[in-house]
């Protein structure tokens, strides 16, 4: 929360200094306990200036948090919201939009279509926070978790990805490669499905038993938090990588190619991923029409 803070400082410093005059309307979507509602007032009390927060959260459980909060900690300039943000009405236009939907890989817990249905109430000069987000994959070993898979006895949870923290695993490719970008505003309001195909390129002979997914996330300006092992974030415990299983483990050589196939899909109800290999051994698609494994919208 320390890098949110230091983002929406930022961006008040920066609204400031274009002549914009306090109190600027903050809308924090998702609210939770309220660690992104307190973000936001210490970021405007460090900026020297006002803001008005509309908290807007739909778990019952944590409104009481947040109502509860407002008293103890005199947030007399936050209003909480106990609805879905799709089915609300703010009273004036945002000037920041601040969330963290994000889960372990970026879009699965549909923060690019969360903050698509918020994104009405942004002002036409307004910011969302975080601005873009981007998948990352790369190839695992992993027998211990693929046998837990297994032990199942069934195809849907081969065809389920899992948050999981990887302990015994191998990585035998150094590529980690994007998958799945979404930026914010996205003002067209153009489709969230997604297509990727990446290759990756085994530096030892390995048995692949999936793939490993992390995020990467811009705040804003240059801020941001990633649990990509490339650009990974001191301090980010919160979350765990996420394992996308294969039925059959592909065996794969030194120097050869691993050709994946990735799709982010949804209709009316649902989001979700359909995932295979075509190279070096073809694999049926995983998850065809979110028959296993979907995220309810």
Known sequence: YVQYEEAIFRCLQNKLAGGKTAPFAAIVVG??????VA?????????G?????WAVEKNPN?????K????????????VISCDMRFWAAPQK?????????????????SPECLDGAQRFLADDGVVIPGKYTSYLTPVTTPKLW???KNYNDLAHFETAYVVKFHQAFYPSKDIHECFTFTHPNWELSSNDRYAEIDFTAEVDALVHGFAGYFHCDLYEGL?????????????????????????PVLIRAGQKLKSHWWRCSNEKKVWYEWTVSEPTPQPVHNPGGRSYYIGK
């Open 94 to 110: 945002a000037d920041i939009i601040v969330s963290e939907l994000l889960g372990s890989f970026g879009d699965n817990e549909l």
């Open 49 to 53: 200036t006002e803001v008005r927060v």
């Open 224 to 248: 941001d938090v990633s649990i990509n092992p490339d650009t990974y974030s001191e301090g980010m415990f919160s979350w765990f990588p996420i394992y996308f299983p294969l039925r059959t």
């Open 39 to 47: 973000a936001v007032r210490s970021a405007a009390v460090r900026a």
């Open 62 to 66: 944590a409104v009481i948090t947040l």
């Open 147 to 149: 046998n837990d898979v």
């Open 31 to 36: 609210a939770g306990r309220g660690p992104l």
């Open 68 to 79: 509860h909060r407002c008293q103890i900690e005199g947030w007399t300039n936050v209003e």
